[in-house]
């Protein structure tokens, strides 16, 4: 059964005014599903197998006249030599719609696109389920981040139909590892990772540093929602701190990864300026470090870096819906006050903190309430995001939700 994704109406948007649409994300976000979506007029052609790919390589004119549009062209990144023969046709005729691009990697293809079909194209991002699509929620949904912030501000009680804490965490958001048996997800994970290597990291790593990669990845997952320690992950792995820094940037490219950076004014106070890392997807984090079990999850000594790095990731897949992720921020200073979520918007600062924890009082919001003082916001709504179901105001201005209304 097909599930609703957040990004439908940015995607039929998309295609009644560009020519060109590209998809991106990691692999197994749901890319092609979500693309097909747009009708049987399309023609469909995948880029991964080798004598398809050899054709469009070797003879694009012809591989184009072939596969005309309007087509769906999957990971397009395999052949990027494709798009500046996609720039002419669409100079020739910009019909809306024609062209539906896909890519799980983004390092050189957005490069290509950037350069050859810009103000052509519209770039979306698609990346495993939101908290609301596991709940079949994601036809309900608010125009833009203000309608989305008020609707969370106004809300009254956790989700009717609620995942718990530990099988959102543990079950993630692929939708094969969310819709299939629970028996067979740490297979499906161990499959993933071994065809993002094969794929995705063979050729822009060497060929005797795989190994070290995969133990990076897991040192990397061990440390989500953690500041970044460049130099302490080289000395680990015994690989220098410039190989650290590309594999970073290959995970981040491949969708697998982001970065939170620090808020950058100070409010009188020295600032941390190293960014946090998270993964995109807890449930791939808990197959790296090794965790199937719901409870472990949400009791062990990485809980609340996991709910962190679930609620964080959540909100980046709902800001990337209106291109917006990279208005979100943490702030931490050296004295040790610490907000664990900023989104900016228009000049306008909105702070959330996040608690692993089924009791919330005002003792837990103490650094919210510190902040809105030096940063003179204390007539703005802020947020508590938690296990709690008793969703209210918890001081003035500071109200708890339940994660399930995410």
């Known amino acids: 059964m097909y599930t609703t994704r957040l990004l439908e109406p940015a995607l039929f948007d998309a295609v009644t005014a560009f020519p060109a649409v590209y998809i991106g994300g990691p692999r197994r976000a749901g890319k092609t599903t979500l693309a097909r979506r747009l009708g049987n007029r399309y023609k469909y052609v995948l880029l991964d197998e080798l004598d398809i790919r050899q054709y469009a390589a070797e003879d694009p004119r012809?591989?184009?006249?072939?596969?005309s549009p309007p087509v769906i062209i999957d990971e397009i990144q395999n052949v990027p030599e494709l798009l500046p023969y996609i720039k002419a046709r669409i100079e020739a005729d910009k019909t809306p719609g024609?062209?539906?691009?896909?890519g799980s990697q983004q390092w050189a293809l957005m490069k290509g696109i950037g350069e050859t079909l810009a103000g052509r194209i519209a770039l979306l991002h698609l990346y495993p389920f939101a908290i609301s699509e596991i709940q079949k929620e994601a036809g309900?949904?608010?125009?833009?981040?203000?309608?989305?912030?008020?609707?969370?501000v106004n809300?009254?009680?956790?989700?009717?139909q609620q995942i718990t804490a530990g099988d959102w965490i543990t079950g993630g958001g692929y939708p094969e590892a969310v819709l299939g048996p629970q028996r067979s997800r740490r297979t499906w994970f161990s499959s993933y990772v071994q065809t993002y290597i094969d794929r995705d990291v063979r050729g822009?790593?060497?060929e005797g540093n795989l190994r070290d990669f995969e133990r990076f990845v897991g040192l990397l997952a061990a440390r989500t929602a953690q500041q970044i320690n460049t130099a302490g992950l080289a000395s680990d792995i015994g690989v220098s701190l410039p190989t650290i820094k590309a594999w970073l940037s290959l995970l981040e490219a491949s969708g697998l990864i982001f970065f939170l950076m620090p808020y950058h004014r100070n409010f009188g106070k020295r600032l941390i300026k190293t960014p946090k890392c998270y993964f995109m997807d807890t449930g791939l984090l808990c197959y790296l470090v090794g965790l199937a079990e719901a409870d472990h999850a949400v009791q062990?000594?990485?809980?609340?870096?996991?709910?962190?790095?679930?609620?964080?990731a959540q909100l980046y897949k709902r800001l990337s819906v209106w291109n917006d992720e990279r208005t979100l921020y943490y702030f931490r200073s050296t004295d040790g006050l610490e907000v664990d979520l900023l989104v900016e918007r228009g000049g306008v600062l909105y702070p959330i903190e996040i608690k692993l924890s089924s009791t919330i009082d005002s003792a837990k919001v103490q650094n919210l309430v510190r902040w809105r003082e030096i940063a003179h916001e204390e007539g703005r709504q802020s947020l508590v995001i938690s296990t709690s179901t008793n969703v209210g105001n918890i001081a003035r201005g500071i109200k708890n939700i339940h994660f399930s209304v995410l």
Do not use: D
């Open 62 to 67: 012809g591989f184009l006249e072939r596969y």
């Open 98 to 102: 024609q062209w539906i691009l896909t």
């Open 140 to 152: 309900h949904q608010s125009e833009g981040f203000t309608a989305y912030w008020k609707s969370l």
């Open 155 to 160: 809300v009254e009680q956790a989700a009717k």
């Open 204 to 206: 822009n790593v060497r």
């Open 300 to 312: 062990g000594p990485m809980a609340g870096a996991l709910f962190e790095t679930a609620c964080v």
